[in-house]
């Protein structure tokens, strides 16, 4: 078992357990590159942003298209890894997926 899952089963138990989420290591098999390791394990910046996202439900539609469009960019992101081998220029390079578009 997994130790997130190992903590979320120790606190959901307990009052304010809604105020706790826990990220870490999930064993998944072979990773490819270090942002991979990241992304499969939800600890990158698209997968954070997106939890922020549904945390603020003030975002309304916005939110929505963001984490849509974020979605978008984690299956491209894939693609990529499984027909090149190596991460997307933007994340090799520093230049981020999240820059704002325009």
Do not use: W
């Amino acid at each position: 078992m997994a130790y997130p899952c190992l903590i979320h089963r120790l606190t959901y138990r307990r009052t304010n357990h809604d105020n706790i989420h826990v990220r870490g290591y999930k064993e998944e098999g072979a990773i490819s590159t270090p942002f991979d390791m990241s992304v499969l394990n939800d600890l990158d910046r698209v997968h954070l942003v997106m939890d922020v996202n549904d945390q603020l439900p003030q975002t309304g539609d916005k939110g929505i298209y963001l984490k849509q469009q974020l979605k978008d960019k984690l299956i491209e992101r894939k693609q990529c890894i499984d027909k090149h081998g190596q991460d997307m220029p933007e994340i090799r390079t520093g230049n981020g997926v999240l820059r704002k578009q325009g």
